[in-house]
């Protein structure tokens, strides 16, 4: 297994697009989170997936945002109407839960939006 | 709301010295996880520590969760360049959702 992976690793836009991200998760793993990380800070939290039920979602993401994760495998995040304020790391974590519940991400989408 | 705040925020070393880093909130956690993060890449899970007052210790590295489960440390021995990094610390809010903190951005020099 080669771990999380996430595409694209760079996204430019110009203000007003319309981006999707890509997250495959490690296979057997049944959880899957996005975060969002500016510069400086630490990742945060925007939602939760247990196989394909989006269980929580943040109430900081607007309306723009919207992710799915059909059949339970891969998941997307789609930004609408991109705005500069979406600049950001987009990251995606999976895991198996248990007590624990070890998180592993991937390397992460950069987006700039123009 | 639950919040983590790490101190300090940037810190400077010479390789060979120790230090230590903090995670704290006025709030309980079931548990907290470390993660280093190094540029261009995701996080790392280091440890995650689940009873109050427990110690753990990964090499050179030594994490202590408070009694009352609501901070932290994590303390670096004889730090090396290659621990040069972003420690996060993080911790469970609710069911599902995970909080970070804030982050200590360490750079170790040869």
């Known amino acids: 297994d080669t771990g999380v992976s996430q595409d694209p690793r760079h996204k430019i836009t110009k203000r007003g697009q319309n981006v999707t991200f890509r997250c495959d998760p490690i296979?057997?793993?049944?959880?899957l989170y996005w975060y969002r990380q500016t510069l400086g800070q630490g990742p945060e939290f925007l939602t939760y997936?247990?196989?394909?039920?989006?269980?929580?979602k943040s109430r900081l993401l607007s309306d723009r945002f919207s992710a799915e994760r059909p059949k339970g495998s891969f998941s997307t995040l789609e930004i609408q109407r991109t705005e500069q304020g979406d600049s950001a790391m987009y990251l995606c974590?999976?895991?198996?839960?248990?007590?624990?519940?070890?998180?592993?991400f991937g390397a992460g989408t950069r987006l700039s939006v123009l | 709301t639950q919040l983590l705040e790490q101190s300090p925020q940037f810190l400077s070393i010479q390789e060979g010295e120790n230090l230590t880093v903090y995670c704290n909130s006025s709030?309980?956690?079931?548990?907290l996880q470390w993660y280093r993060q190094e540029p261009g890449e995701g996080p790392v899970l280091l440890v995650t520590?689940?009873?109050?007052?427990e110690v753990k210790k990964l090499k050179r590295l030594t994490f202590q969760f408070g009694d009352a489960r609501k901070d932290s440390s994590l303390h670096i021995t004889a730090a090396q360049p290659g621990d040069t990094g972003l420690y996060l610390c993080?911790?469970?809010?609710?069911?599902?959702?995970?909080?970070f903190g804030t982050g200590t951005r360490l750079k170790v020099l040869a």
């Open positions: 296979s057997e793993h049944n959880r």
């Open positions: 993080a911790g469970p809010s609710g069911t599902y959702k995970y909080i």
């Open positions: 520590v689940v009873t109050g007052g």
């Open positions: 974590a999976s895991s198996f839960g248990g007590a624990k519940n070890i998180q592993y």
């Open positions: 997936f247990q196989n394909e039920a989006q269980l929580e």
């Open positions: 709030s309980v956690f079931s548990s």
